[in-house]
Structure formats: structure tokens, C-alpha cells
């Protein structure tokens, strides 16, 4: 067979400003890009493995893994290939095929996909609508309660801790309270805070956290963080009786690579980040408030906005949509222009956007862009 030579690059973070929200926390420091060149090889970490990927010592995963658990504040701590397949492992192992879980109304869609590759019926927790799309802990409380007295027994009730469409921040320690003082294990998905905000999962007595490494811990991956409470440990990390060594819900290995390499050379980098979530959260009030003086641009979810990702509604931008000759266009053609990527093509009734590890005046030559772009069309 013949095949073109796939000679693909990528300018898009070196040449712009990157505003996809999903993107900003996934960018490598040097340290680990220096990791992602040694470790580029397949099965890379395996060199010197003697059965249990967790416990190889050169590069030293075991006590990476260990330092991951004191961050988090975790008993014990597995990468898996991502959140969502730490959301599975747990569902799976920790219920039975047509369990009913309950899960928070902001879940991402792969806490739907899991459970139903799981075989789990789900029970939503409603967010509050209106402009803020919150999700109340005491209709969290009511729902799981009504949903143990319908089915005797809940054994998983999950809350996602910062959502992917408004950025919005549920408190982890009243959720981690509500289920212990109910007996429900409770699982927290951190895709989006795990790496960027502190974690504190035995002080907030939760059960599981997921995290993801490609979407907020600094790592090429696919990779996420799986921790969990050490009387789970039976449970989710069973092993095989084939093969003593091997846990069957890790499918034995699970990172086997430049993911692995690049989370732990990330970590400091990572450690330090989460140390200055104050300032950045800062920050990112300050682009809001830049943004929100534009007559016809709003912020929606909580406000003021506790995390970086964060949702507008632009009625200013889609009245000029409807009279540009690009449509809806425009504005992903202007921001390029002002080399400013990011917000998806086409779009111009709301967008999302992130300015996560922008300094002070990257975030205010985009604040001015989109003043300068609107001031463009509207007369
Ligand atoms: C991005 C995201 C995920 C998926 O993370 P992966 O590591 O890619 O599986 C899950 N949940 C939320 C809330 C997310 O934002």
C-alpha cells in the first residue's frame, strides 16, 4: 500500500493565545516536554518493571504516586487513562449491572457513558436553571435520601466538582459530609480542579476522586488520577487469581508511557500552580470584569466566577453576526486576526473561555480584542 507522508505540526499554542478552556491547563512546562522526548518510546516506563507498573522505581512511579497521594490528601492513588476511566472503574467495581446511582445535574457526559457501560440507571440532581445553573446540596441531600428509601440501597452518588460548561465550583466537603452521614460512598470528579485548585479528599471525606491529567495537571496524556479511601482498596484494585501481580479493574498496566513521564516531571510545576490558585482566580475575576463592561456581554454560573473556566453570553456579538457577510464567522476570523484561538468556529450567542496561566497583559490584550472587535461593527 501506498501512503502519504503525514508531516503534521501544530502552531496553535506557539503562535496564539489559546481561549479553549479544555486546553489551558494541559500545557507542558519545559520539564516535561524535556519527558516527553526520553519518554516517547512505547512501553517506555517499563524498562525496569518487575510485574506492577505502580511499584517500578526507575523512572521512580512508586514514589510519585505516593507524593500524588500526600497532595491530594488521598490513602492511595492509580493513574488510569483519564476521569472518565476512573469513573468506570469505580461504577463497575463498586456496583451491579442495573444499580441506580445518583449523580449531580452538571455531570459531563462521560459520568453518563460510564454508567451506562457500567449497566447503571442514573437519578439527577437538578441545577438551579436561571443564570447561575448551581447545584444546591440540600436538593442533593433530599434527592439521595428519597432515592435510598425507594431503593434500599445507594452505592455510589457522585458530584462533579467543577463543571465543564459554567465553571462552576459545589462545595466537596458538605457533599463528602451528606454521603458519610447517609453511609453512600461518594466519588468527586476533579477533571477540572485536581491540578488547578487544592484537593483535600480525607478532609472533605470523600470516598473517590478522579482527576484528568491532560485536561488540568500539565501532561501530554491520556492519563488521570484515580484515589480513593484505603477500605476500597479490596474492592476497586482486586487482582486477578491468574495473575497475582495484576489488578483486574487496571486491566494489570494502565499508563505505559510519555503520559505517565510527563504527569510526574509536571508535578512541582503542578504543586506550585495549585499554591497560587488565589492569585489566578484573581485574575481571572479581572479579565470577567474587562469583558462584562462591554454592553451585551454577560457571565452566567456563579458569579463572581470561582474558577478560570468560565461562560458569556454574547447577545452583542450574535446582532452583529446577523448582519456580518461572514455570519456567525466572524468572530472566530477577527480574533485570529488578533492571533487569539480558542472559541469555537461559528459561534456567537455564547462562548466559553479560559485565560488559565495567562500572564496580566495576555489577559487584557484579549479583554481589549473583543472591545476593539465589538466597537469595529457596532456604531
Ligand atoms: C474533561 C472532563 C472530563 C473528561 O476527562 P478525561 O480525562 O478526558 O476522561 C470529565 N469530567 C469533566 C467535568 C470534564 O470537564
Not at 466519588?187 to 477540572?192: M, S
Not at 485536561?215 to 480513593?228: D, E, H, T
Request: some cysteine; aromatic content about 8%; glycine content about 8%.
Amino acid at each position: 500500500m501506498e501512503c502519504q507522508n503525514y508531516n503534521i505540526t501544530r502552531g496553535v499554542e506557539r503562535e496564539n493565545l489559546n481561549l479553549n478552556p479544555l486546553q489551558r491547563g494541559g500545557i507542558l512546562p519545559r520539564e516535561a516536554r524535556k519527558a516527553l522526548y526520553e519518554f516517547g518510546d512505547g512501553y517506555s516506563v517499563c524498562d525496569y518493571c518487575a510485574g506492577r507498573l505502580d511499584e517500578v522505581v526507575k523512572p521512580s512511579i512508586s514514589s510519585f504516586l505516593g507524593d500524588l497521594a500526600t497532595f491530594l490528601n488521598a490513602d492511595d492513588v492509580k493513574t488510569v487513562h483519564g476521569a472518565r476511566e476512573g469513573k468506570f472503574a469505580v461504577m463497575h467495581a463498586m456496583c451491579d449491572e442495573g444499580d441506580t446511582i445518583v449523580v449531580d445535574g452538571n455531570a459531563h457526559y462521560t459520568t453518563h457513558l460510564a454508567a451506562e457501560r457500567a449497566g447503571l440507571e442514573i437519578i439527577e440532581v437538578p441545577n438551579s436553571g436561571g443564570s447561575e445553573f448551581k447545584i444546591d446540596l440540600n436538593k442533593y441531600k433530599e434527592t439521595l435520601e428519597s432515592a435510598i428509601d425507594k431503593y434500599d440501597e445507594i452505592k455510589l452518588a457522585l458530584l462533579t466538582h467543577v463543571d465543564g460548561n459554567y465553571g462552576n465550583l459545589t462545595n466537596a466537603q458538605e457533599f463528602g459530609k451528606i454521603c458519610s452521614d447517609l453511609g453512600v460512598p461518594s466519588i468527586l470528579n476533579c477533571a477540572y480542579s485536581m491540578g488547578r485548585l487544592p484537593i483535600d479528599m480525607n478532609g472533605w471525606k470523600i470516598d473517590f476522586v478522579v482527576g484528568s491529567g491532560h485536561k488540568s495537571m500539565a501532561a501530554s496524556g491520556p492519563i488521570g488520577v484515580l484515589a480513593m479511601k484505603d477500605e476500597w482498596i479490596e474492592t476497586v484494585l482486586k487482582r486477578s487469581p491468574r495473575h497475582m501481580k495484576k489488578e483486574i479493574e487496571m486491566l494489570g498496566c494502565t499508563s505505559r508511557g510519555a503520559p505517565i513521564a510527563t504527569l510526574m516531571a509536571s508535578l512541582p510545576h503542578v504543586i506550585e500552580r495549585v499554591n497560587n490558585w488565589e492569585k489566578e482566580l484573581k485574575l481571572t475575576q479581572n479579565f470577567v470584569a474587562k469583558l462584562e463592561k462591554i454592553d451585551g456581554i454577560e457571565q452566567v454560573g456563579i458569579k463572581p466566577t470561582e474558577h478560570d473556566l468560565v461562560r458569556f453570553e454574547t447577545p452583542i456579538l450574535h446582532e452583529i453576526s446577523k448582519k456580518h457577510p461572514r455570519k456567525g464567522f466572524f468572530l472566530y476570523e477577527e480574533l485570529k486576526k488578533k492571533k487569539i484561538v480558542g472559541i469555537k468556529r461559528g459561534q456567537t450567542e455564547w462562548f466559553k473561555c479560559s485565560t488559565y496561566g495567562m500572564n496580566a497583559k495576555q489577559r487584557d490584550y484579549v479583554a481589549n480584542s473583543f472591545k476593539k472587535i465589538i466597537k469595529k461593527f457596532v456604531n
